[in-house]
């Protein structure tokens, strides 16, 4: 009777240890699962972060001590420092392997007609394309203006923040994009970089591309333009964590939302609306080249640094830019792009024109 007993104590303790690792196993299956569940919504998250820390300041300041040097005399529309900027960003972009739209060989010339006297030569937008992976005829669009005012009384404009702050944020955004693409993650919508020329004189420039576009206005999803990124001004002279942000709310309620919730996951920066108040005499928003977007009903967000004591003068130079916030504000612009290009839906236009 007794072995009896310790037999069945026996089995019960076996069956025991069998159901409680059973029970085990069921919660580590459930533990991983949930694991796997947190990562795929986490994942996306993680990509953008990881191709984000690609765009740095040791390359900003890099490039814009060349784009913004003598030796590009101002990048006066037409001129030949206006030249030798398109050919830099030319050579950049085949640099990196990314292509250029539509076989353009990355320029879209503007006939010197154009300007109506206000360029004495033809000039030239410079366009890179990463073509989407899943959704290709719709377009995102990174743009800034690359030109400036040239040289007077034989002193050089060299126009570091305005725009060469742009422009390299525009190339290493580019750059960004396409080491994600090179590594499996390209975008889903295609990215257009816009290197425009002609702001200084009208917003010529873009005003040309939307007359005559390379892809499909309609197709076109938003334009995210960066017109002076690299200062700070007397406003946030003790606080420059800042931006200001211009026109993400005129067309598309989605497009706002987006905004502000990028910038609260990612970036953290101080979202100044002052310069988007309707009523704000600067009109800021009808004065860079995002307006020939907005003016075609394309939604548009303007990043903007503010006024400061350099702005369209000789002192504006490279050694003045904060380039560790340059970095972060185009970080800032990069992982707007890659919600708008990577989101299911493309953002609706929902508001009323003014």
Do not use: C
Not at 76 to 87: I, L, M, R, Y
Not at 110 to 131: C, H, M, Q, T, W
Not at 169 to 192: D, H, T, Y
């Amino acid at each position: 009777m007794k072995k009896i007993f310790i037999l069945l104590l026996f089995s019960f303790s076996l069956i025991s240890f069998q159901f409680a690792n059973a029970q085990l196993k069921i919660t580590e299956t459930k533990s991983v699962n949930q694991f796997q569940d947190e990562n795929n919504l986490n994942s996306t998250t993680e990509i953008a972060a990881a191709f984000a820390t690609t765009i740095t300041s040791t390359d900003l300041k890099k490039h814009l001590y060349i784009i913004a040097s003598d030796e590009f005399e101002g990048r006066k529309v037409g001129e030949a420092g206006q030249k030798k900027a398109a050919k830099y960003l030319v050579d950049y972009y085949k640099s990196m392997n990314i292509s250029s739209p539509n076989g353009l060989n990355y320029l879209q010339n503007i006939p010197v007609d154009y300007f109506k006297g206000r360029s004495k030569n033809d000039s030239e937008n410079v366009l890179a394309f990463i073509k989407g992976t899943e959704k290709p005829d719709e377009i995102i669009v990174i743009s800034a203006h690359y030109d400036h005012v040239g040289i007077k009384d034989n002193e050089i404009y060299n126009g570091a923040d305005d725009d060469g702050s742009g422009t390299v944020a525009v190339l290493e955004i580019a750059e960004a994009f396409k080491k994600a693409s090179e590594n499996g993650n390209g975008p889903k919508r295609s990215i257009l970089f816009l290197n425009l020329t002609g702001e200084e004189v009208g917003l010529m420039g873009a005003k040309y591309y939307a007359e005559n576009p390379v892809f499909s206005l309609q197709n076109t999803v938003a334009n995210l333009n960066i017109d002076m990124i690299g200062r700070v001004d007397a406003k946030y002279a003790d606080n420059p964590n800042y931006i200001y942000i211009i026109g993400a709310d005129k067309l598309s309620s989605e497009l706002h939302q987006i905004s502000e919730k990028v910038n609260a996951k990612y970036t953290n920066l101080v979202f100044d609306y002052t310069y988007n108040d309707e009523n704000e005499p600067n009109r800021f928003y009808y004065r860079s080249d995002h307006y020939q977007f907005a003016k075609n009903n394309i939604p548009i967000i303007f990043y903007f640094n503010g006024v400061h004591e350099d702005y369209h003068k000789p002192t504006d130079t490279p050694d003045k830019i904060n380039y560790e916030l340059l970095a972060k504000r185009a970080q800032l612009v990069f992982y707007t792009a890659w919600e708008l290009a990577n989101r299911p839906e493309r953002i609706k236009v929902d508001v009323k024109k003014n």
